[in-house]
C-alpha cells in the first residue's frame, strides 16, 4: 500500500474511535435520562462511568504491547472486535428502569456496563495502540499527532450533537446510526490492526523526534515521572467536572453548559499535544495564576454568581489551568517505547479526578465545595513541580494558600446563612431564614443550587400564605378553585417545600410524587405545609413519570406538573408519551398544569404544541403580582374541554402563547431544547 493511503487508514481509524467515543456519550445519557429523573447527576455518573473503562481500554493497550507480540496482538484485538457487535444496537433495555427506591449510581454503572460496555472499552483502546503501532512505522515521530487528533475528533463529536444530530433525528434512528457507524469502525480497526501486523510485526518503535529527551536508549521513567503524569491529568478532570458543577448548579440553571467546559477541556489537549509552540509558559503561567486566584474570589463573591461575569471567568479559568496541567504533562512525554504507560497513567489519573468529584465528593461534602479544593491542589501541583526553583515555589505555595482562604471563607459563608444543608445524588438542598423589612414578611426559604423551590412565611398567622409561583392569581392557584367543590384529588410532580398542600381542604386528597428523598425530609422537618394541610397527603418517592405508569388511574381532578425550573429540565416529563399518561390519570372535566417559568427556555410553546397534537386545550396564565411573597409566574393549563379553561377567572386570565416557528410536537424520541432557547 502507498504511505499516504497507509496514514489515512491510521489517521481514519483513530478519529472514527474518538468521534464515536464521545458521540455515544450524549447518546446513551439521553436514552436513561427519563429513568432517573433528569437529574444532571446521571451526567456525572456517566462522565465517571466512561472515565474508568477508558483507564480500563487505556490498561488493556498497555498490557498487551509489552506483553504479546504484534500478531497475538492482532488476533485477540480481532477478536473482541466481532465479538462487540453483539451489544449492537445501542437501545437500552426497559428492564434497567429503577424502581425508585435505591441510590441511582450503581444502577446507571451497571445498566451502562451491560448495554455499551464492550463496545466503549475497544473504542477507548484505540487510540494508545494504534499510536503503538505508529510507532513502528517510518512515521513514527508523528506519534504524539495522532492523540492531538483524536481529541480534535472528540471535540467535534461533542459540538455535533446538540447542534446537528440531536435536532434531526430520534432516539432510535440516533442509536442505529452510532451502531452502523460502529460497524464502519470495526471495520476500519481490523483493516489496521491485519496491516500492521503483517508490514511490522518486528521492529522498535520509533524515537519521537519532536521530543528531544526521547533518544533511542529511550531512558526509563522515573518515579516522579509517574507521579506526575498521573496527578495533572486528575487535577485537568478535577476541575472539568467541579467547574461544570459549579456553573450549572451555583450559577445558572441553562442547559448545555455542561459543553463548554467539555470543549475547553479538549481543546487544552489538542493544543498541548499538536505541537510544544502551544504551550508558552512565558504566557500561560501568569494566565494561569490570574484566573486561579479570580476563580477562588468567585467562590465567595457576588462575582463568581452572575451569569454574565461567571460564566467568562470559569471557562478562561478552566482553560488558563488546562493549558498549564496539559502543557506540562505534554512537555513530560516519554519515548514512544513508554507511550502505552504514559496513556496508562494518563487515563489512570483522568479516572481519579472524575471518581473523586463525580462519586466521593457527593457522600463527603455538604455542598459543592470540590472547586475550591481542586483550585488548592492545582496550585500545589505546581509547587512540587517547581520544588527546585525557590521563588516559583514559594510563589505557588502563596497562590494555595490564598486559594485555601478563599474556600474557607465560602464554607464559613454557607454555614453562617444556612439552617439545614443537604446534598445527595440530586444535588446540593439549602434551607435559610430571611429578614426582609417588615417583621411579618420574614421567610424560610428552600434552594437548590440557584433554584428556589419554595418559601413559607415564618410569622405564625402566616404559615398557611401560598407564596412565591403558587399565590392564588396563578395558573395553578386559578386551576384549584375551578375544580370541583366535592372533595378534590390534585397530583403534585415536585414537591419543593409542599406550597400546594396550603390549598388543601378537609376531604381533598393530595398525592406529592417527588424523586428525591431528602426534599421530603426537608419539607417536614424545616416547613409546616405538609403539617399544616387540612387535606390528606399521600407520597410517592421515585420518577413521577415511572410511578404514573405503573399505577391505576388516579381520577385527579388537578395535575400540577412543577419541575421545569432547574438546571436538567426532565424532558420525559414534557412529551406526548408523558402527557398519554397524564391523561389516563385525569377525570373527563381536569386541568393539567405545567409550570414554565424558566429564565432560559420557552416551555410554553412546547406544551401547547403537544396539547395541539392530542387533540387538546392550552391556556397561557401569565401572573405580575404584587407583595413581597410572590413572583412572576408562568403556568400552562391544558384540558379535555375547552369550556373548562374559557369560563370564570381562568377565562379571564389567560393570554395568547408566542409561537416558535417550527416547532414540532416533542416525543421521548425526538426533542431539542436547543430550539426553545430564550
Known sequence: MRPAFVKALFAGTIFTSAFLLFLVQPLIAKQILPWFGGSAAVWSICMVFFQVVLLAGYAYSDWITRRLGVRMQARLHVGLLLASLAFLPIVTS??????????????????????????????????????????RTPWG????????????????????YPVLIEPRSTLLQQAWGWSMAYGVFVLLCAGTTLHVSRHWAVGTPAAVADAPRADAAAPKPRVADYLMWLALPALGSWLLLAITNHITQNVAAIPFLWVLPLSVYLLSFVLTFESDRWYRRAVCLPLAAVMLVLCAFGLQDDL???????????????????????????????????????????????AIGGVSVGLVAPHLLPAYYELGIGLVLCALAAAVLWRRRRVAMAASLALAGCC????????????????????????TLVTLDTQREAPGDNVRQMYHGSVK?????????????????????????????????????????????????????????????????QVFELADSEFSFLADSRARIERVLGDARLALEREPAQAFDVLAVDAFSGDSVPIHLITSEAMDVYLRHLRPEGIIAFHVTNRFLALAPVVERIALAKG??????????????????????????PQVLARGAIGRATSAIAPIAGLRAWTDDFNNLFGVLK
Open 304 to 350: 463568581g454568581a452572575d451569569l454574565r461575569t461567571a460564566l467568562p471567568i470559569y471557562g478562561v479559568g478552566l482553560f488558563a489551568l488546562c493549558m498549564f496541567l496539559h502543557g506540562e504533562m505534554a512537555g513530560m512525554r516519554p519515548a514512544s517505547a513508554y507511550l502505552t504507560r504514559f496513556y496508562l497513567m494518563l487515563s489512570l489519573g483522568g
Open 616 to 641: 387538546l386545550h392550552a391556556a397561557l396564565v401569565h401572573d405580575e403580582p404584587s407583595g413581597v411573597a410572590l413572583r412572576n409566574t408562568d403556568w400552562v393549563l391544558v384540558a379535555r374541554d
Open 404 to 427: 485555601a482562604w478563599f474556600l474557607a471563607r465560602q464554607v464559613q459563608d454557607d454555614a453562617t446563612g444556612a439552617r439545614r444543608m443537604a446534598r445527595n445524588f440530586y444535588g
Open 141 to 160: 515521530a508523528q506519534v504524539y499527532r495522532y492523540f492531538s487528533l483524536s481529541n480534535l475528533a472528540s471535540l467535534v463529536s461533542l459540538l455535533c
Open 94 to 135: 426497559a428492564r434497567w428502569k429503577p424502581d425508585g427506591a435505591a441510590d441511582p449510581t450503581l444502577w446507571i454503572l451497571g445498566l451502562l456496563l451491560g448495554t455499551i460496555g464492550l463496545p466503549y472499552f475497544l473504542l477507548s483502546t484505540t487510540g494508545p495502540l494504534v499510536q503503538s503501532w505508529v510507532a
Open 453 to 517: 423551590h419554595g418559601e413559607q412565611f415564618l410569622a405564625p398567622d402566616r404559615r398557611r400564605d401560598p407564596t412565591t409561583y403558587y399565590g392564588p392569581g396563578s395558573g395553578i392557584g386559578l386551576a384549584i378553585a375551578a375544580a370541583p367543590a366535592a372533595p378534590r384529588r390534585v397530583g403534585l410532580i415536585g414537591l419543593g417545600a409542599g406550597t400546594l398542600a396550603t390549598y388543601g381542604r378537609a376531604g381533598d386528597v393530595y398525592r406529592v410524587y417527588e424523586i428525591n428523598p
